[in-house]
Every structure is written in C-alpha cells, then in structure tokens.
C-alpha cells in the first residue's frame, strides 16, 4: 500500500514505524518523540504557549508515540514538567527516557556535569520531576570539557542501576571507543548521536549498533530544519510519495534498519502529526540506493 493511500484511509499512528525492544522488557513503537523543542527558543525558560506544548505531548500519545526522550537540563526543568503535568499518571507502556551528563549556566551556555555525585543528583532531580522511579533509561551523555573519564561516569550509573534508580542505561554523544568503555562496565541498550540523512559521522558505531542489536537513537534526525543540505534526490522521493522533505528524511531513516529509533521534537501539534504520518513510508531497496549515491557521509 502506498503512503498516498494509507493517508486517504486514516491518520497513520507511530505503531505503523514497527516496534523495537530496549533491553529485554522495554518495547516500544520506533517513531519517538523529542521534548528539547518544548522549552523556550534556545531550550531555555517557557514557550510562548504552555499550553501548545502539553497539546502536543497528549497528541503525541494519541498518535501511538510510546518513547519520549527529554533531561532536566532541558529548560532547565521546562521539559520534564511539562512531561509530568501533561501525561502523570502515564499510560501503560509509555517509556520516558532522560539525560545525564551536562548542565545549563546562567548564561544558557551548556558544560559537563559528570562528576559522581553530580550523576546522582541528576538522577533524583529527574525522579522528582517526572515523578518516575525507577527512570526507565538514562543516557550518559559526553561532553568534551568532562574532567571525569567516561567509564567512570558510566559507572557510577551503574551503581545508581543496582540501587534500583535505574532500569536501562544508554550512552549519548559518544565515540565507538567510548561506547566500548560503557559496555565494559555494564549492559548498554542505546546510543543516542547526532545522525541524519545529510550528516552521518560515526558510521561505524551505527554499524557496530546495527550488529550488536543495540538500539540507535539519531539526535537531530532532520538536521534542525536545514534541509537544503539534504539534496534533489531526496525532493524527488517526497514527491514519489507525495510527502514533506522531513517526512521524506524521517522515513529514510526507519527504512535503514530495525534498530533505529528516530525522535523528531517540535512545538507543534501541526508538525507533530506531519513527523509521525512518515511512520508509514517505507522504501524500496531501489530507493534507498538512489539514495546513498547522493547522502553524505
């Protein structure tokens, strides 16, 4: 069935991207959502309108979406209580994911918060506001002005995961050898880096992810809405399938493997529904090679 038929019959849910497992218990549909968009311009202080911002989390559930990343830096603290105000108590299945690993100063600049007392405080910051315990996935995210070693901070997640405040650990921002040092410390379900069609730096930790079954989650997944840089080819596509150039780099995205979790952010309940309608694109072998002939790498 074509796109252009599935949207004549009905609005496409996130359960038409397919479904991945995190770990081994957490399932969920591969079409996500990023809250970094709900705070104010900058991820910094409120939105112009609190109000669009809970309609598109309660739209975004609607529509299927059962994987929300966010952080309490995102804000700092915007987007988690948002999170909270709109959807506690969560839907059954809903799995909320956060970040650890940086912090917002005054002047909304952002550095490295990784030292072991510092992670654990995050991890209760975020409890508190999402009012979830234990947190079902935590990413460690690198920050190159970190002065502890990643390992160590991975670790100390680790010993937060023992503890029970802690389901699933994922890495974020990270290079294949840090994401060997994670994994010697403890169990890793997710990578979380930046990756789209126009920009795919670490294609071999998306390789190495792709055969070890650990689930990639591409940060910017339409490239921040610079998409000249995606090329005709891909213009070409969005027209085959009567579709947006997003919807059409999204849909990219799922086709290339059953590992990867796609989690485009916006503010609005219009685009929110133009992203998750691509969880019903898929192309052809054909398409997609047409398609790497022209990416970047």
């Not at 506001?129 to 502890?148: F, G, K, N, S």
């Not at 213009?235 to 009567?242: E, T």
Request: hydrophobic share 40%; net charge negative.
């Amino acid at each position: 069935m074509t796109f252009e038929k599935m949207e004549e019959q009905h609005t496409i849910s996130a359960w038409a991207a397919g479904t991945l497992t995190l770990g081994k218990d957490l399932v969920v549909n591969r079409l996500g959502f990023g809250a970094m968009q709900l705070p104010g311009p900058g991820v910094w202080g409120e939105p112009a309108s609190p109000e669009e911002a809970k309609a598109v989390l309660h739209r975004a559930v609607e529509l299927g979406v059962n994987f929300i990343d966010t952080a309490a830096f995102y804000g700092p603290e915007v987007a988690n209580r948002f999170i909270q105000e709109a959807l506690y108590p969560y839907p059954e299945g809903l799995v909320i994911a956060t970040k650890v690993g940086a912090k917002r100063g005054k002047d909304q600049s952002w550095s490295a918060d990784m030292r072991p007392e510092r992670l654990r405080a995050a991890c209760e910051e975020n409890i508190r506001q999402l009012r979830l315990d234990p947190l079902p996935l935590v990413h460690c995210r690198y920050m190159e002005d970190a002065d502890v070693p990643f390992g160590e901070a991975v670790g100390t997640l680790a010993e937060l995961q023992r503890k029970g405040m802690i389901r699933h650990i994922g890495v974020s921002n990270v290079s294949l050898q840090q994401l060997r040092e994670a994994q010697a410390v403890t169990s890793i379900v997710s990578v979380q880096n930046f990756y789209n069609f126009a920009y795919r730096q670490g294609e071999d930790l998306f390789e190495v992810c792709r055969r070890e079954q650990i689930a990639f989650i591409p940060a910017f997944p339409l490239a921040m809405g610079q998409f000249e840089h995606f090329g005709s080819r891909l213009d070409a596509l969005a027209q085959r399938y009567h579709a947006t150039t997003a919807q059409t780099a999204l849909a990219w995205l799922l086709t290339c493997s059953p590992i990867m979790l796609p989690i485009p952010g916006t503010s609005s309940r219009v685009h929110l529904e133009e992203n998750i309608a691509a969880a019903g694109i898929r192309f052809t072998e054909e398409e997609m090679m047409l398609l790497e002939d022209h990416g970047s790498h």
